[in-house]
């Protein structure tokens, strides 16, 4: 058969087929078991494979899925020893790795974990398979193998799959030809031109994850902010074609960005890079309800500054502005028939009814029509609509979002509905909690909580209150 590597059109480097074994999917906790790598060039393809201690323990579930145990990882090197070596066995070739993001991204955390920052050209055979094959709904490495008649001596073992991927990439060149697979391939891995301005690396670290990412001009001002399923092919798109020669994207000098497990995370990171440009509205306020006389309930606004925005139960609504808010009480009047003058929208004229009596939009309790207490009952049915929810936990709590593969698992901790932080490990989470800052009360951010607590969409783990200040 012919060498598949030479007969692809157009030229590419030479190839590493990449699989890794993991004492499970998490980027921030697992660590890597077992590298097997099948490097192939001009003068042939080359085997190479190595064990590797995690420094944690291997669960019973990945024993029992790899074959792998702590006793067979007790004497093997750890990564920081392998590291050397393997970097300059990956150096300079197509790394191809089916899932690639999951094997790519251990290799890139545990090299960033030594201070290397890990680099290459990246090949995905799922999106290899898929480009390849569109009428086919399935491309999981067992349905390739059944689809193709590939030989598996084993499976779930690093170098018995890079084999594998090895073998595929042979098939499908016996199957389609050099020409399609060499043009699927050029189009999955096509480098990207970015303006001048912007670091070239960029095209490399943005991740094909959800997040939220902002463009930023020369000064560091925020010209764009959005969010996507997919960063880097957002991303990408904004400097793509024409639209790299006009605003916004003529205009960036540096792009911010932050990756996220999913949908939620990458609201809430859209929302903080937002507040660069549009900052919390100084004149945020609610209403709240005040008894001036037994069974006598009049609204009053307030900032965050008077009352505690996400503790008080007796708040309503949120408004960028005082006026915004009487345009809004206005329409509840209206639709409630309730008095402008005891909603403090109009002057009381002693002895005379208000505007909204004179055309049938008030019950008269401006004039002795109706009783105050009927009146405040339905102001409170009406408020009740907007009513701002107060904080519902003791202390704070995390809401646990994970990518769709698991290998990504946030923990967005909320207190009294301001966000704390995210957190990918155990030392991150009691980090924030145990902060003392004090956060502002962000309303996108709350309204973002509201609904993800209400949908029950996310696993939800109670906090441990942080331990009181000490005494001085």
């Known amino acids: 058969?012919?060498?598949?590597?030479?007969?692809?059109?157009?030229?590419?480097?030479?190839?590493v087929f990449v699989d890794l074994e993991t004492t499970g999917a998490n980027f921030a906790r697992d660590r890597i078991l077992e590298i097997g790598l099948v490097e192939v060039d001009a003068n042939g393809a080359r085997e190479w494979d190595a064990l590797v201690n995690p420094g944690v323990p291997v669960t019973p579930f990945i024993t029992g899925l790899t074959g792998i145990d702590d006793a067979m990882v007790a004497g093997a090197l750890d990564f920081a020893q392998l590291a050397a070596g393997l970097r300059e066995r990956l150096a300079g070739k197509l790394f191809i790795a089916h899932n690639a993001r999951f094997d790519y991204g251990f290799l890139k955390g545990e090299f960033a974990r030594l201070g290397i920052d890990f680099k290459a050209t990246v090949l995905c055979t799922v999106k290899l398979s898929r480009k390849l094959f569109p009428h086919h709904p399935r491309h999981n490495l067992d349905t390739l193998i059944a689809r193709h008649g590939i030989a598996a001596d084993a499976r779930h073992r690093a170098l018995a799959d890079a084999r594998v991927l090895w073998d595929l990439w042979q098939r499908w060149h016996e199957e389609l030809g050099a020409d399609v697979v060499g043009a699927a391939v050029a189009a999955l891995t096509q480098s990207v031109s970015l303006p001048p301005q912007l670091d070239p690396a960029l095209a490399d670290e943005l991740p094909d994850s959800h997040g939220a990412y902002a463009l930023l001009g020369a000064d560091g001002e925020t010209l764009l902010t959005g969010r996507a399923s997919n960063l880097r092919q957002k991303v990408l798109s904004l400097f793509a074609d024409a639209r790299a020669s006009k605003p916004p994207a003529s205009l960036a000098h540096r792009v911010d960005w932050r990756d996220a497990a999913g949908e939620f995370g990458a609201r809430l990171h859209e929302i903080l890079l937002q507040r660069r440009r549009k900052p919390i509205p100084e004149e945020l306020c609610a209403w709240r309800l005040r008894e001036v006389a037994p069974g006598d309930f009049r609204p009053q606004l307030v900032s965050p500054q008077e009352a505690a925005f996400g503790i008080d139960d007796d708040?309503?609504?949120?408004?960028?502005?005082r006026r915004e808010a009487r345009q809004a009480l206005r329409k509840l009047a209206e639709a409630h028939f309730l008095c402008p003058v005891l909603l403090g929208l109009e002057d009381e004229k002693p002895g005379k009814p208000c505007t909204a009596f004179k055309?049938?939009?008030?019950?008269?309790?401006?004039?002795?029509k109706e009783q105050v207490s009927r009146h405040s009952a339905r102001l409170m049915t009406a408020l009740a609509k907007v009513k701002l929810r107060a904080w519902p936990h003791p202390g704070p709590v995390a809401l646990v979002e994970r990518d769709h593969f698991g290998m990504i698992e946030d923990f967005h901790v909320i207190d009294r509905w301001r966000y704390l932080g995210l957190a990918r490990s155990d030392e991150a989470l009691a980090e924030i909690v145990g902060s003392e800052k004090e956060l502002p009360f962000d309303p996108d951010v709350y309204r973002v909580f509201l609904k993800y607590f209400q949908s029950n969409g996310l696993r939800l783990v109670t906090l441990p209150a942080p331990p009181p200040a000490p005494a001085r």
Do not use: I
């Not at 058969?1 to 190839?15: G, I, K, Q, Y």
């Not at 055309?359 to 002795?368: D, L, W």
């Open 1 to 15: 058969m012919p060498n598949p590597l030479t007969m692809s059109m157009p030229p590419h480097p030479p190839l």
């Open 315 to 321: 708040l309503y609504g949120l408004y960028a502005t």
């Open 359 to 368: 055309g049938s939009h008030c019950r008269g309790v401006c004039v002795g």
